[in-house]
Structures are given as C-alpha cells and as structure tokens.
C-alpha cells in the first residue's frame, strides 16, 4: 500500500479522538510542506545569488541541514494514519475477520515498540547536543533544536500507533468488518476506482473554473 486509503469514522470516542489527533497530524504535516517550500526559495536566492552578485547564501548547507528534520519527519504520523507507508498487502488481503485485525494488532504492536526504542535512543542524542551546546560547521547554529524534531515527530507516531492498537483490539473483540479510525485494505480494483474519480473529480472542477473565467 502506497498511497491513502478509506477510513471510517462514526460517534464513538475512538473516532473522535482520532478526528481530533489528524488535525494536528495534518498541521505539521503542512508545516513541512511550507519548510519544502522556503528550502526551495532558499536554494534559489543562493543559486542566483552566487551567479549573479558572488554573493551565496551564509552559512547555506547549515540551514538544508537543520531544516531537513522537519519536512522529513512532521508527516510521519500523518503517512501512518493515511495508510501512505509502504508496505505488502499481497498476504493480508487474503485473510479474514478477525484474523485480519489480529495480523494487524501484531504489526502494529511491533512498529510501536521499535518506535518507542528510536524515540528513547533519538532524546539522548538531543540532550546530549544540548547539554554539549553542539553547532554547525559553517554559521555556528545549535544542533538540537533539530534533533528535537525526531523524538517529538517519533513521539506523535508512538501516539497514532496506540489509537490503532485500540482500534484494532476493538474490532477484534466485535469482529468488526470495517473498523474506524484504522486505513482499511482495497482491492487493486477499488483503488484503481477511487483514483479515478479523484481524477475526474479534478478534471472537472478544472473545466468549471475555465468557463467561469471565460463567462466573466
């Protein structure tokens, strides 16, 4: 699975809560959106700034390098949520209810306890740049506050990991055919189906603002 898929959502606490964690998933998810951006203005006034006035941008790879984290690691939680890992649905898919969601249970439980060893592992190299008052080669900027970003993003994933964990443990006690709150699993023939309505759906939203501006 490559990409986002359907997830369902009702009344419940678990559902709400989820919808409530996305928004703040989705928040920093923009964030390194807009880091992407300013990198790539940042690229630019350096290229054009050394071709045109021998002037690059000070201090230029110091900056990429702190600003990396961010876009690297702000969606992480987001990816998870949205089902946009990379991962092989070829064996899942041929299971079913409940043994599906224990097979998910067990894979998530998995990622959380290696992500719970990351986050520990990443806080001790933070603290240690700050306690070091480690910086960078060229501008002198401090380090940690980059470092920071990985517990802090690993710790949102550790967060969206147990909502699933609850998700999958609720569906395998009800033996719930679609669960919330969890990416549920598509044929090739549903995704297939639901990209290209997405498609259409811009197609046409596309026509409708270019005759809106011929009628005007």
């Not at 900027?141 to 609850?166: N, V």
Request: with cysteine; glycine share 6%; charged share 15%.
């Amino acid at each position: 699975m490559a990409g986002a898929s359907t997830i369902n959502t009702d009344q419940s606490l678990l559902s709400r809560s989820d919808q409530l964690f996305f928004r703040l998933e989705s928040f920093l998810t923009l964030v390194g959106g807009i880091t992407i951006l300013m990198l790539v203005l940042l690229a630019v006034c350096n290229i054009l700034g050394r071709w045109l006035f021998n002037l690059p941008v000070m201090g230029y790879i110091d900056w990429v390098e702190q600003f990396m984290a961010i876009f690297a690691f702000a969606g992480i939680a987001y990816c998870q949520r949205e089902g946009g890992h990379i991962r092989m649905d070829i064996f899942l898919a041929q299971l079913k209810v409940p043994r599906i969601w224990i097979a998910e249970f067990a894979s998530v439980l998995f990622m959380l306890f290696i992500t719970l060893v990351i986050i520990y592992g990443s806080f001790l190299h933070f603290l240690r740049a700050f306690q070091n008052g480690d910086s960078s080669m060229d501008v002198g900027l401090p380090i940690w506050p980059a470092k920071l970003m990985i517990p802090f993003a690993l710790s949102l994933l550790a967060i969206r990991l147990m909502l699933q964990l609850w998700a999958y443990g609720r569906a395998i006690r009800y033996s719930l055919e679609a669960p919330v709150a969890v990416p549920l699993i598509e044929d090739a023939a549903t995704q297939a189906a639901r990209e290209a309505e997405s498609v259409q759906s811009s197609v046409a939203n596309s026509q409708d603002t270019a005759q809106e501006k011929n009628d005007a």
